[in-house]
């Protein structure tokens, strides 16, 4: 005790070190407050490097307000020495039971030894630097979270084992990033994959970044074959880096949103887990974790954008095409029939035929592409009246029919309907025409292709989630529409046809949208093949007050 | 003594004013909406030059040729396209030498022009090696 006492009288600076229990020892036996507060009183500047526990957190702040301690923690320190400028103190043993004080420092080392001194300042310093500040620690205590760390894992073994062991305990999400297709068969071959499945059937969210290649995407069709699990299984697909950029020759595992484990890849070539890899890091810390989780969640969204952009510049491609060939045929049509009409005036009539249509060809070409850049730019205006459906019908199957007869087409169009005359539609009747046109051609060009049949027409009135609306279906017995264009024929570019922009649809769409309507198309299930399209738009019911129809008859 | 043309295109309007242009400059031409009838038609020696459009239903105008070739193995051949020339590059640079196929006219064209690229073409000594590739 003497020695202690001589130590602490002499020194300017105490750095001391004390395991997880040396903290309640200072602090609770009254000798050694005394001895703090006379420190305190003479200002000398005191650290301390411990393990701060759940259990010693309190003795720990105690220290740091009333005595002026600077503290940090290392994780399971078990020194216990105090250093100042000249001297250095150790005790050997500290006894368990607190009760005895001055009986459980039963040894101390002591030296004054200018080289001994110097060796241990060194140690502490060591220590000091490796260590946490004490209020980082004590607020992962109180805020009730593990204390993170980062360590670097030398031995292959170890980190599979670990990258097992983590898979398998995760409970909630799991991300994981490959820089290689081998990387990606490497882990199937260890059974990381099964157990990635396995955990996803458990409703963990799992995600992988990964390159693809033929063998990869044969696995990756192989998991989402199983019903269970596809809902919390994704594989996304980067793009593989060059022999020049090897931009990810790590792998990032990220599990719970807790614990990462980053694994060099060394050679690539190998088979085997352990031969490929090289050193890797395991963290708990937070920051860390999170930058981890960060460069993933950029990536993915990088290759989503990316993918968004290849898509947006292969329609743009299809776009130049279907408008140079819907541009550049009528054009074609127009000048020679122009130049014919110089040499052929006893075919004048014909030839001035041809010049009209393929002009009118250039104008529907025209007023698409004007709706298209409208719809785009949301400013595709409906002027609505109200007017009643069923009468508009009437009149354009009329006009279809007279046309269909001067065309000696070998198609039939049948007309029925089921709509009051109070129930009107509250509409742009130039817009619904262009839509029921739309609808109409497609069915008779589809038709004819087939070498003729029977188009069905019927408007009829139902209700649909607690509205009134007005149904128009037009059913072809044409040639149908293939499985693979069918989810995306109302996009942009999507035709069935050879002639045609592949935007009418989409048009068609858009402005049944802007009614607040909905249109769809189903393949007919009888045998007689072809299609249905349908469109609704809700019904307002008539009001005395207010005009019903409009005179002008529709422009077609 | 007249050419004799095979023109195959899909649109009506283009295919009847091709004839009669063609006919006005001399040639005697067939025309065909449909490639598959056309086809059914085309005998060996018949034609001087096959005129093809690409972009056409059921089978296009490559699709066709490729046939044709089994039939005559020595008619020539210019291609006739409304569409974007790099939409068909890909087939070009690695059909078009295999095939023997180097003339490849965009639409739309002026008679005089379509009249002097046929010319150029049944003139030219059939030889598939020709670097003068029209489409590269």
């Known amino acids: 005790m003497n020695t202690i006492l001589q130590f602490?009288?002499?020194?300017?600076?105490?750095?001391?070190?004390?395991?997880?229990?040396?903290?309640?020892?200072?602090?609770?036996?009254?000798?050694?407050?005394?001895?703090?507060?006379?420190?305190r009183k003479r200002g000398i500047k005191l650290r301390y490097i411990t393990d701060i526990t759940k259990d010693n957190v309190k003795y720990c702040k105690e220290l740091m307000m009333k005595f002026a301690y600077e503290i940090r923690h290392l994780d399971g320190i078990k020194a216990n020495f105090s250093v100042s400028e000249t001297e250095y103190l150790a005790s050997a043993t500290l006894a368990e039971e607190v009760q005895q004080p001055l009986v459980s420092i039963q040894q101390v080392i002591y030296s004054n030894v200018k080289d001994i001194v110097a060796q241990q300042k060194y140690v502490f310093e060591s220590f000091w630097n490796k260590a946490v500040p004490a209020e980082n620690r004590i607020k992962e205590i109180e805020e009730g979270f593990v204390l993170g760390s980062t360590e670097v894992i030398q031995i292959p073994s170890r980190t599979k084992e670990l990258f097992l062991d983590l898979v398998k305990s995760s409970k909630e999400e799991v991300l994981l990033l490959l820089p290689t297709t081998n990387a990606f068969l490497r882990e199937q071959r260890l059974g990381i994959i099964q157990?990635?499945?396995?955990?996803?059937?458990?409703?963990?969210?799992?995600?992988?970044?990964?390159?693809?290649?033929?063998?990869?995407?044969?696995?990756?069709?192989?998991?989402?074959?199983?019903?269970?699990?596809?809902?919390?299984?994704?594989?996304?697909?980067?793009?593989?880096?060059?022999?020049?950029?090897?931009?990810?020759?790590?792998s990032i595992l990220v599990v719970d949103r807790k614990g990462s484990l980053v694994?060099?890849?060394?050679?690539?070539?190998?088979?085997?887990?352990?031969?490929?890899?090289?050193?890797?890091?395991?963290s708990t810390s937070q920051?860390?974790?999170?930058?981890?989780?960060?460069?993933?969640?950029?990536l993915s969204n990088q290759v989503k954008l990316y993918e968004q952009l290849k898509t947006h510049g292969k329609m743009q491609e299809e776009f130049i095409n279907i408008a140079?060939?819907?541009?550049?045929?009528?054009?074609?049509?127009v000048l020679t029939y122009s130049e014919l009409l110089r040499r052929h005036?006893?075919?004048?009539?014909?030839?001035?035929?041809?010049?009209?249509r393929n002009a009118e060809r250039l104008q529907r070409l025209t007023n698409d592409i004007l709706d298209v850049t409208r719809i785009q730019s949301k400013t595709l205006k409906v002027n609505k009246e109200k007017f009643n459906l069923s009468d508009l019908l009437s009149k354009i199957i009329e006009d279809y029919r007279s046309n269909i007869e001067k065309n000696n087409s070998n198609v039939r169009l049948s007309y029925s309907e089921s709509i009051k005359e109070t129930s009107l539609v509250n509409a742009d009747r130039e817009r619904i025409?262009?839509?029921?046109?739309?609808?109409?051609?497609?069915?008779?060009?589809?038709?004819?292709?087939?070498g003729g049949g029977e188009i069905y027409v019927t408007a009829e009135e139902k209700e649909k989630d607690d509205q009134e609306v007005a149904i128009v279906t037009i059913k072809d017995t044409g040639v149908g529409i293939d499985s693979e264009i069918i989810s995306r024929l109302f996009t942009k570019f999507a035709t069935r046809s050879q002639t045609g922009t592949g935007l009418g649809l989409f048009i068609c769409k858009s402005i049944i949208e802007a009614h607040g309507g909905k249109i769809w198309v189903v393949n007919s299930a009888n045998s007689k093949g072809g299609a249905t399209f349908a469109f609704s738009l809700p019904i307002s019911q008539q009001q005395e007050q207010q005009p019903i129809l409009s005179n002008n008859r529709p422009g077609r | 003594m007249n050419n004799r043309i095979l023109l195959v295109d899909n649109e009506p309007d283009i295919a009847l004013g091709f004839k009669m242009g063609l006919e006005d400059n001399g040639f005697i031409v067939d025309s065909f909406n449909d490639p598959q009838t056309a086809l059914s038609k085309f005998r060996a020696g018949l034609y001087d030059l096959l005129l093809l459009d690409i972009k056409m239903p059921k089978m296009n105008g490559i699709e066709f040729y490729q046939k044709m070739k089994?039939?005559?193995?020595?008619?020539?051949?210019?291609?006739?396209?409304?569409?974007?020339?790099?939409?068909?590059?890909?087939?070009?640079?690695?059909?078009?030498?295999?095939l023997g196929i180097r003339r490849l006219i965009r639409k739309p064209i002026k008679m005089e022009n379509l009249v002097k690229e046929l010319k150029q073409e049944l003139e030219s000594i059939n030889n598939y090696n020709n670097n003068n590739n029209k489409y590269n």
């Open chain 2, 70 to 98: 089994e039939i005559d193995t020595k008619v020539k051949v210019c291609f006739i396209t409304a569409s974007e020339i790099y939409y068909y590059k890909e087939i070009a640079k690695g059909l078009f030498p295999v």
């Open chain 1, 287 to 298: 920051p860390t974790v999170l930058s981890y989780i960060s460069i993933f969640e950029s």
């Open chain 1, 195 to 250: 157990l990635l499945k396995e955990a996803a059937e458990c409703g963990v969210n799992v995600r992988i970044l990964t390159p693809i290649n033929n063998i990869v995407e044969e696995i990756r069709k192989n998991i989402f074959l199983t019903d269970q699990g596809n809902k919390f299984f994704d594989i996304q697909p980067i793009e593989i880096p060059t022999e020049e950029i090897k931009v990810c020759t790590v």
């Open chain 1, 433 to 450: 025409i262009q839509v029921i046109s739309n609808l109409l051609n497609n069915a008779i060009k589809f038709t004819e292709e087939k």
């Open chain 1, 345 to 356: 005036p006893e075919k004048k009539e014909d030839m001035i035929e041809a010049i009209y």
């Open chain 1, 324 to 333: 140079s060939h819907e541009l550049r045929t009528p054009t074609q049509a």
């Open chain 1, 263 to 282: 694994i060099e890849k060394i050679d690539d070539s190998k088979e085997d887990f352990i031969e490929a890899i090289g050193l890797a890091t395991y």
């Open chain 1, 8 to 39: 602490l009288s002499k020194a300017n600076t105490i750095s001391s070190c004390g395991d997880y229990k040396a903290l309640s020892l200072t602090i609770e036996v009254e000798e050694y407050r005394k001895l703090l507060l006379n420190l």
